[in-house]
C-alpha cells in the first residue's frame, strides 16, 4: 500500500548530518592525470607557437564507463570515456538538417535499396573540411561529437581570417592546439628557415606533427583515414623507387635498354603515386598531390562500445533483423512451416541466391557436376501414384 508523503519540517530523524550524504554514483569514474591549463582562445596568437613540437600525452590505454544496473537498459552499457568533447550544441552555419529518403534506405525511386535502416534520431550533418585549403596557423577551438561519423571532430579558427570551419581530430588533440594546412604551399618563413632549399629532414620535423595537413609526398609515414582509429601508411614512394634504380644502374656501368610505351607510362604512373597499406593489409597507389592529415583518427575505443538495449539501435536509425526462418512463406525462400524448419530448402539469401556451401568463395574449376541418374520403376509392384 501507498503511503503518502511526510513533510520533514519539524520532524527528528534518528541520524546527523543528513546533507552530508553524498548522492550515488551510476556510473565508474576514472581518474586520469590532469593536464595544465591550455590559454584560451580569445588570447593573443603567438607566430611562434604555430612551430611548436605537439604536447605530449600519457597513453591511458581503453578507458570505458560502464553503469550500474539500475535498469536492464543500461547493465550492458559501455561507453568510451570523453569527457574533452564540448557539451553545448555545433555552431549552427556550419550544419545543415538531414532529411529526405536516404535515412530509410532509400533510392531516388523510392525502393528500398539497404535494408534495416529507418527512423532514428534527429541529426544534423556537420559540413567537414577534406580539402583543408586555407593557408596559415588554425587554432583549435574546441572538440566535438558528430553523430555522422565515429570519429570526433574539431572546430578550428584561421588565425589570419578568423574563419570557423571543422576538421576531423586526430587522436590525441586538444583545445588550444595549433594545427596547419601545407597543401596551398611551403609558407615563407619555413622556406626562409630551411635557407630557400627543400630539406627532407628539416621539412619533416617542422611539418609532419598531430593534426597537420600536408601532400602524400611531404608525409615520410602518414595516416590516411576517416573512421575512429584507423591509419594508413606510407610504404613507398614512386620518385624515390626510380631514382634508385637509376643511380644502380650507374654504378655498375651498364647500357641503358630503351623503354616500350607501356613500360614508359608504367613508370610514370608509378613515380605519380605513392603505395599505401591500409589496417586491413591492402595496397593501394594514391596520387602524391592528395591530401592526408598526420596522426590517428581520433575516439580509437570507440570498438569497444556496446547499445545495451535495442532502442539505442533505434535511436541510431538501425532497425531489426529479423531470421529468415521467423520469417511467413511469402517474405523468405526459408520461412513458412509449423516449427523451426525451412522447408528441405538449401541456404539462401532472402532473394534465392544459394548463401553457403561455399557458393561464393569456392572456384569454379572445383565444382563437381552433379551426375543425374534415372530413377528404375519397379514393375512388380503397382502402387498408388505410378501410371
Known amino acids: 500500500m501507498l503511503q503518502p508523503r511526510l513533510a520533514l519540517t519539524g520532524l527528528r ?8 550524504v553524498s548522492s ?10 590532469e593536464t595544465p591549463p591550455t590559454e584560451s582562445s580569445t588570447s593573443t596568437f603567438d607566430p611562434s607557437i604555430a612551430f611548436a613540437p605537439p604536447p605530449t600525452r600519457d597513453d591511458a590505454g581503453v578507458q570505458i564507463r560502464s553503469y550500474k544496473p539500475r535498469t536492464p537498459g543500461i547493465r550492458h552499457l559501455r561507453r568510451p570515456i570523453n569527457d574533452h568533447l564540448w557539451k553545448g550544441r555545433p555552431v549552427q552555419k556550419l550544419t545543415f538538417p538531414k532529411r529526405g529518403q536516404s535515412k530509410g534506405g532509400r533510392n531516388n525511386t523510392g525502393r528500398v535499396t539497404i535494408r534495416h535502416r529507418g527512423g532514428g534520431h534527429k541529426r544534423r550533418i556537420r ?4 580539402a583543408r585549403t586555407a593557408p596559415g596557423p588554425h587554432l583549435v577551438e574546441r572538440i566535438e561529437h558528430d553523430p555522422g561519423r565515429s570519429a570526433h571532430i574539431a572546430l578550428v579558427r584561421s ?3 578568423q574563419r570557423l570551419s571543422y576538421i576531423l581530430a586526430a587522436e590525441g588533440m586538444r583545445a588550444g592546439d595549433v594545427v596547419q594546412s601545407y597543401m596551398p604551399g611551403i609558407p615563407e618563413d619555413l622556406w626562409k628557415s630551411m635557407g630557400g632549399v627543400v630539406d627532407p629532414g628539416v621539412l619533416a620535423a617542422r611539418t609532419a606533427w598531430r593534426g597537420n595537413c600536408l601532400p602524400l609526398h611531404m608525409i615520410p609515414g602518414g595516416q590516411l583515414c576517416r573512421s575512429a582509429g584507423t591509419f594508413a601508411t606510407v610504404i613507398a614512394k614512386g620518385s624515390n623507387t626510380q631514382a634508385a634504380q637509376n643511380e644502380q644502374a650507374q654504378e655498375e656501368g651498364e647500357e641503358k635498354k630503351p623503354l616500350s610505351q607501356r613500360e614508359q607510362q608504367k613508370q610514370e604512373r608509378i613515380a605519380q603515386h605513392i603505395t599505401i597499406r591500409l589496417q586491413s593489409g591492402e595496397v593501394r597507389l594514391i596520387h602524391k598531390d592528395c591530401c592526408a592529415t598526420v596522426g590517428v583518427a581520433s575516439n580509437p575505443n570507440y570498438q569497444y562500445s556496446q547499445l545495451g538495449k535495442a532502442g539505442r539501435s533505434r535511436w541510431l536509425n538501425i532497425r531489426p533483423t529479423v531470421r529468415g526462418l521467423a520469417m511467413n512463406a511469402m517474405d523468405h525462400p526459408h520461412g513458412g512451416g509449423r516449427g523451426k ?3 528441405n530448402v538449401d541456404p ?3 532473394w534465392g541466391l544459394p548463401a553457403k556451401s561455399g557458393y561464393k568463395t569456392r572456384p569454379k574449376w572445383k565444382v563437381n557436376k552433379a551426375v543425374v541418374v534415372p530413377r528404375v520403376r519397379n514393375q512388380g509392384k503397382r502402387r498408388r501414384g505410378y501410371s
Open 348 to 350: 539462401k539469401s532472402p
Open 127 to 130: 559540413i567537414v573540411d577534406f
Open 159 to 161: 588565425q589570419e581570417t
Open 13 to 20: 530523524l534518528p541520524f546527523r548530518c543528513l546533507s552530508s
Open 24 to 33: 550515488r554514483s551510476y556510473s565508474s569514474v576514472v581518474h586520469e592525470k
Open 341 to 343: 524448419s525451412k522447408g
